[in-house]
C-alpha cells in the first residue's frame, strides 16, 4: 500500500522545471476519474517507481505512477518528466512519449536524447533524425555526446549510411569527436551500414582509443565476414599491448568457426585463450565449441566442453548443435548423443531454450528418430515454445520426412508467425508425401496474403507441378517466375528443367538449359535425364561428354542420369564403363538407383542370368527395387520360370505390395498354374489388397481429365467412346486383315459393350485429345502405370494414321509415338 500524506499547496520546489498548469502534462492512456483525489508522494518515490518501470520495461507501472501524479495534482520537475518520458520510451509507447515530451514547459539535453534514443530502439530512424534535427534548431539546447551517439546509433541500425555520414560531419564541425566514447560510436555506425572502409579510416585517425574502439573494429571485420583480417587485428591488438578480453576472443572465435581448412588458426587462437585465462570463461568456452563443432573437430569440442565448470544453456545449445552439423555423418549413434547432452541439461536443472530445441529435432530430423522427435515436442509444448517459426518450421520437416504430412500440416497451423522458410517447408512436405495439388492450394494462399515467396518456395512449387504434370499449371507457374525474376536464378531453372521433363516437353526443357547463366552440375544432370527418358538416349552421352569436357563436378545423380540413358538403349559396353568410372575414378559407392539401372541394362539385352548375379553381389539383395527391374526383363523376354522364382521371393520381401500379387497371379496363369494362380488371387482377398486402378491424366482446353481404367465415365463418355471407335475403323482400313490381333479387340468392342474400350484409359485420353487439340498440337497423357502391349501397338499406328505426335508417360519413361514407331524402341 502506497504511503500517504497531505497534498502539498506548492508546487515541488526541489527540483527546477516544474509548470504552474498540469493541463500541460498529456493524460495518462486510461480515463480520469473527476472529483477523486489522492495524496502525492515524496520525488524519491516517484523517481524509483519510475526507475524501476524503466528497468523491468513494465508498462503498467509507469502508467500508475504517471496516473498517481495527476490524480494527487502533483506537479512534477524536469528531472521526474524525463524519467516518466524514458519510462514510456523503454517500454515501447513512443505515442504517449510523444505527448509528454511536447507537453513539457521544458526541455534539456536529457530530454532530447531520451526521446531519440525511444525512436531509435523502436527502428524508427527517420522520427529520431526528424528529433535530432528539431534539438539542433532548439536555440535554448545544446546538444551534447549522448545526442550524437543516439543519433549515430539510429543511423547504424537502419543501415542509413547517408544520414550516419551527415551527423559525423556534424559531430566533427562540433568538436565532440575526438573522444573515445565519440569515436566509438562513429566506427559502431559504420560498421553496421558495412562501410569497412570508413569504419577502418574513422580508426586509424581517432585522437582516442579504448579497448572498446579496438574490439569494435575486430567485430567489424567479423560481421563483414573476413576472418583472416580479424585475426590480424586480433594480432595487432596483442602487439599493441591492447588486453584481449571475452568479448575480443568471443568475437574472433566466432569468426575463425567459418574459417576452413584453418587448422592452424583454431590452434593458435585456443592457445591464446589459455594464455590470458579465459578458457574457463562460459562466453569464450561456447565459442571454442562452437568453432570446433563447426569443422568437424568434434572430440575437440567436447573435450573444451567437459573443462568448462560453469556449463550454462549457451554452451549446451553449442555442444549440441555441434551434433546436428554432422553432415552426413554414417553413424547415427554418434549424433544421438545430442539427446543425452539434452537429458544431462535437464538433470542439472537448466532451462532449455528455443535454440535448444531446434539443434534437437535437426538431429531428430537427421536420424529419423520420430519417436525421439515426438517426445522433443511434447518438451516444447510443456515449454511453451511451440509458437517459435524455428522450432515450428524444424517439426514440419521432421513429421514430413517419415510422411506424417497431417502432423506437419498441425504444426503450421501451430506456427503464429510464418516466416517465408515456414511456407515452403510445408510447400515441400506436400510434394515430398505426392500431394502436389496442396501444394499448389497452399502457394496459392501464400499468394493471396501477399507475402512474397524466395527461390526455394518457387523451386518446390515447381517441383508439385513436375508431380502433377499438367502443361498449365507449369506455364502459369513459369510466367510467374519470369514476371517475379525468379527465373535468374540457377535452382529455379533447374527445377524449371525438371518441371518441363516431367510434362513431356523436352523442348522448353531444352530452352531453360540454354538460358540459365550459370549452370551448375544439377543443371547439367537433370538436363541428361531429359534426354535419357524421353528416347534421345546419344543427345544425352553427348551432353555428359560435353559436360566432363567443360570441367563440371560430376556427381553421382550425373552418373545416375547417363546410367539411365545407356539401360534405355541397351548400350551394354557404354554402361560399365561409366558404372566402372563412378566407382573407380570417382570413389562413387553406387546405390539402389544405379544398380537398378545396370539390371535393366543386362536385363535390356536379354543377359537374365547376369543380371540376377549382379544383384547378389552388389550386397543389396534384400531391395525389392532390384528384382522388379529383373522381373520386368523376365516378362519382357518370356522368362517365366525365372520370373515365377522373382514374383516369389518379392512376396516375401512386400507381402502387402498388391503389385507383387498381381504380377505373381499373371506369371502362373501365362504359365498355366491354374491353382497357384487362384491360391495367390485368395491369399491377396485374405490380405485385404486390391489392385491399385490404372489412371490417366490430361489437360485439354484448359481442363484436366481423369481417365481410369474400365471406367467409362468421362465427361464426353460418348464423344470420346465414337471417336475412338472411328479412328480404329480408319487404322484397320490401313492395316493387313488375317488372324487374332490387336484390331479384333477393338472391332468387337459394340459386341461386348463400352468396358472393353475403356479398359485402356490411355486410348480414351488420345482420342479425347485428337478430337479437343489442334491438329498440330502434340497429345500427352500422363499414366500411374506401364501400358499394356495392345494400347501400345494401337496408339503406334494411331500416330502414323494421324501423323502427328502422341506422348504417354508411364513410371519410367515418355512413349514418343510419331510416324508409327515409339521411342521406347518396343522395350518397357
Known amino acids: 500500500m502506497l504511503p500517504q500524506r497531505q497534498p502539498s499547496p ?60 495527476l490524480r494527487a495534482g502533483y506537479l512534477p520537475g524536469l528531472f521526474l518528466r524525463n524519467n516518466l518520458l524514458a519510462a514510456y520510451a523503454r517500454c515501447g509507447d513512443m505515442r504517449h512519449a510523444r505527448l509528454l515530451f511536447d507537453g513539457m514547459p521544458s526541455r534539456d539535453a536529457v530530454s532530447w536524447n531520451t526521446l531519440i534514443a525511444g525512436y531509435s530502439s523502436q527502428g524508427s530512424a527517420r522520427l529520431a533524425l526528424g528529433a535530432f534535427r528539431d534539438a539542433r534548431r532548439d536555440g535554448a539546447v545544446a546538444v551534447d555526446r549522448f545526442t550524437y551517439s543516439t543519433v549515430l546509433a539510429a543511423c547504424g541500425g537502419a543501415r542509413d549510411g547517408r544520414s550516419g555520414r551527415v551527423a559525423h560531419g556534424l559531430a566533427v564541425v562540433s568538436g565532440l569527436v575526438r573522444t573515445a566514447f565519440m569515436t566509438n560510436s562513429v566506427i559502431d555506425m559504420y560498421a553496421k551500414c558495412g562501410m569497412i572502409d570508413e569504419v577502418r579510416l574513422v580508426f586509424d ?35 599493441s599491448g591492447v588486453k584481449l578480453d571475452a568479448f575480443a576472443l568471443g568475437g574472433i572465435l566466432k569468426a575463425c568457426s567459418e574459417l576452413k581448412d584453418s587448422e592452424d588458426v583454431r590452434t593458435m587462437l585456443h592457445g591464446c585463450v589459455v594464455k590470458v585465462g579465459l578458457d574457463l570463461d562460459v562466453f569464450v568456452g561456447s565459442a571454442m565449441v562452437d568453432m570446433y563443432a563447426k569443422n568437424g573437430g568434434l572430440e575437440e569440442a567436447i573435450k573444451v566442453f567437459d573443462c568448462i565448470p560453469d556449463q550454462n544453456v549457451v554452451i549446451y545449445n553449442a555442444m549440441i548443435a555441434g551434433f546436428a552439423r554432422l553432415g552426413n555423418d554414417p553413424c547415427p549413434e554418434t549424433r544421438i548423443e545430442a539427446v543425452r547432452l539434452y537429458a544431462k541439461l535437464l538433470q542439472r536443472r537448466i532451462r532449455p531454450s528455443k535454440f535448444t530445441f531446434k539443434s534437437l529435432l535437426e538431429v531428430c530430423n537427421l536420424t529419423n528418430a520420430v519417436r525421439c522427435g515426438r517426445q522433443i515436442h511434447a518438451h516444447v509444448i510443456l515449454s511453451g515454445l511451440q509458437g517459435d517459426e524455428f522450432i515450428g518450421n524444424a517439426l514440419i520437416n521432421l513429421y514430413a520426412k517419415v510422411r506424417l504430412v497431417d502432423d506437419s500440416l498441425r504444426c503450421f497451423h501451430r506456427t503464429p508467425k510464418r516466416e517465408i522458410f515456414t511456407w515452403t517447408s510445408m510447400i515441400t512436405a506436400f510434394v515430398h508425401n505426392e500431394h502436389p495439388v496442396k501444394a499448389l492450394d497452399l502457394f496459392r494462399e501464400l499468394c493471396y496474403l501477399e507475402k512474397e515467396p524466395d527461390q526455394f518456395t518457387m523451386s518446390s512449387v515447381m517441383n508439385a507441378c513436375a508431380a502433377l504434370s499438367v502443361p498449365i499449371a507449369c506455364e502459369q507457374i513459369h510466367c510467374y517466375a519470369v514476371k ?32 540459365i547463366s550459370c549452370l551448375d552440375t544439377f543443371s547439367w544432370s537433370q538436363m541428361i535425364l531429359s534426354y535419357a527418358v524421353h528416347g534421345h538416349e546419344r543427345e544425352a552421352l553427348l551432353l555428359f561428354k560435353k559436360m566432363e569436357d567443360c570441367g563440371v563436378m560430376i556427381n553421382e545423380f550425373a552418373f545416375l542420369a547417363v546410367l539411365v540413358a545407356c539401360s534405355h538403349q541397351g548400350l551394354v559396353h557404354e554402361g560399365f564403363r ?149 479412328l480404329l475403323v480408319r487404322v484397320k482400313q490401313k492395316t493387313e486383315h488375317g488372324g487374332m490381333n490387336i484390331w479384333e479387340l477393338g472391332f468387337h468392342a459394340r459386341k461386348v459393350g463400352e468396358n472393353s474400350i475403356s479398359k485402356h484409359g490411355e486410348l480414351l485420353a488420345v482420342a479425347l485429345g485428337l478430337t479437343s487439340l489442334p491438329n498440330t498440337a502434340p497429345v500427352r497423357v500422363m499414366k500411374n502405370q506401364n501400358m499394356s502391349w495392345e494400347s501400345h501397338e494401337t496408339l503406334k499406328l494411331l500416330s502414323e494414321g494421324k501423323n502427328r505426335e502422341i506422348i504417354i508417360r508411364d513410371p519410367a519413361r515418355f512413349h514418343h509415338f510419331s510416324q508409327g514407331s515409339c521411342s521406347c524402341r518396343d522395350y518397357w
Not at 525474376?485 to 526443357?509: H, P
Open 484 to 515: 517475379s525474376g525468379f527465373d535468374q536464378f540457377t535452382l529455379c531453372g533447374n527445377s524449371q528443367i525438371e518441371m518441363y521433363r516431367c510434362t513431356g516437353d523436352l523442348k522448353a526443357a531444352n530452352k531453360t538449359f540454354e538460358k
Open 578 to 726: 561409366h558404372y566402372e568410372t563412378m566407382v573407380s575414378d570417382y570413389g562413387f559407392v553406387p546405390d539402389v538407383k544405379h544398380i537398378a539401372c545396370m539390371v535393366d541394362l543386362l536385363g535390356h539385352v536379354g543377359k537374365v542370368a547376369d543380371a540376377e548375379d549382379f544383384i547378389m553381389k552388389s550386397g543389396l539383395e534384400n531391395d525389392a527395387v532390384l528384382w522388379h527391374a529383373l522381373l520386368h526383363a523376365c516378362r519382357i523376354h518370356g522368362d517365366k520360370d525365372r520370373g515365377i522364382k522373382i514374383a516369389e521371393k518379392l512376396m516375401l520381401l512386400e507381402p502387402y505390395a498388391a503389385n507383387s500379387y498381381v504380377m505373381l497371379y499373371n506369371l502362373y496363369m501365362d504359365a498355366g498354374k491354374i491353382s497357384l494362380a487362384m491360391r495367390t488371387r485368395g491369399q491377396m482377398r485374405e490380405r485385404g489388397m486390391t489392385k491399385e486402378a490404372g489412371i490417366c491424366w490430361a489437360e485439354f482446353g484448359g481442363s484436366i481429365h481423369h481417365f481410369v481404367d474400365g471406367d467409362s465415365s468421362c465427361s464426353q463418355k460418348a464423344e470420346t467412346f465414337t471417336r475412338l471407335e472411328e
Open 205 to 239: 585517425r581517432a585522437e582516442e582509443r579504448d579497448e572498446v574502439s579496438w574490439n569494435l573494429l575486430l567485430s567489424a571485420y567479423v560481421r563483414m565476414g573476413w576472418p583472416e583480417v580479424a585475426v590480424h587485428v586480433l594480432v595487432w591488438m596483442h602487439r
Open 10 to 69: 506548492e508546487p515541488d520546489r526541489h527540483l527546477p522545471g516544474h509548470h504552474a498548469n498540469p493541463s500541460q502534462i498529456p493524460p495518462p492512456p486510461e480515463p480520469r476519474r473527476a472529483g477523486l483525489r489522492l495524496p502525492s508522494l515524496e520525488p524519491s518515490a516517484y523517481g524509483g517507481l519510475l526507475r524501476r518501470a524503466s528497468r523491468t520495461r513494465s508498462m503498467a507501472l509507469s502508467r500508475l505512477a504517471h496516473s498517481h501524479m
